[in-house]
């Protein structure tokens, strides 16, 4: 019986730790705000800077940023605002473009939520295992089998998110945004999706994807040197 629970933890310890890293990553990765600034100061549309396509200042530009990224977090706030585009007073964003933030207010919300359980899901399970004194040796060894099925996994999907992003972003939204078709921006007169191009969502991806796969193969690194350093047995 002692062993099947040893089994069964070491399974537990290693999937929250992946859960929580991934949605760590991700959530590190969407709320940067240096990451912006860089993307804003490389991202050209149509032959412009963004805040220049826009028709707003870079200082406006980061301060719309911040405003967007804080309403993310924030279950109360409100999108309304209004600045001077193009040398006109209007308001930001459209009813659309808000209706969609709501969307996407909820799907970080949530997600938050689950990263933070799956921290505290990992720390406790840990905290058990080693209190119980089951083998280490266990439960890298369970950690790597479900590293090497999700390396595979995300081998998978980062072909797909090379060899074909627009169709990658499109099924993205339908699984997660399947009550409505708000997340269908136009380029040309909406400011949210201005303010994040394709290219930007193109990037961001791929710098979740690659940050999540270095922190989950440090993992099992990590213990293999703290047991060469004889910190734990």
């Given at each position: 019986m002692s062993n099947n629970r040893s089994v069964i933890l070491s399974y537990i310890i290693s999937i929250s730790f992946i859960f929580a890293a991934f949605l760590s990553c991700v959530h590190y990765c969407c709320f940067d705000e240096k990451f912006y600034t860089n993307e804003h100061n490389n991202i050209l549309l149509s032959g412009k800077h963004i805040s220049e396509y826009i028709g707003i200042s870079d200082e406006d530009l980061k301060e719309l940023t911040s405003f967007t990224l804080d309403y993310l977090n924030d279950p109360k706030a409100s999108l309304d605002k209004q600045m001077v585009v193009k040398d006109q007073l209007r308001e930001v964003y459209s009813d659309d473009e808000k209706a969609h933030m709501v969307d996407v207010r909820s799907l970080n919300l949530a997600?938050?939520?689950?990263?933070?359980?799956?921290?505290?899901?990992f720390f406790i399970s840990l905290f058990i295992y080693f209190y119980k004194k089951y083998s280490k040796t266990l439960l890298v060894n369970s950690y790597i089998k479900v590293l090497i099925f999700i390396l595979a996994l995300f081998a998978i999907l980062g072909i797909y998110v090379l060899?074909?992003?627009?169709?990658?972003?499109?099924?993205?939204?339908h699984v997660f945004f399947r009550s409505n078709n708000l997340w269908i921006l136009d380029l040309r007169k909406d400011i949210l999706i201005m303010i994040v191009p394709p290219e930007f969502f193109n990037h961001l991806v791929k710098r979740i994807l690659l940050m999540f796969i270095i922190a989950i193969i440090l993992f099992p690194i990590t213990?293999?040197?703290?047991?060469?350093?004889k910190i734990y047995d």
């Open positions: 997600a938050t939520y689950l990263m933070y359980t799956s921290i505290a899901t060899t074909d992003f627009n169709s990658f972003w499109n099924n993205f939204h213990f293999k040197v703290l047991r060469k350093l």
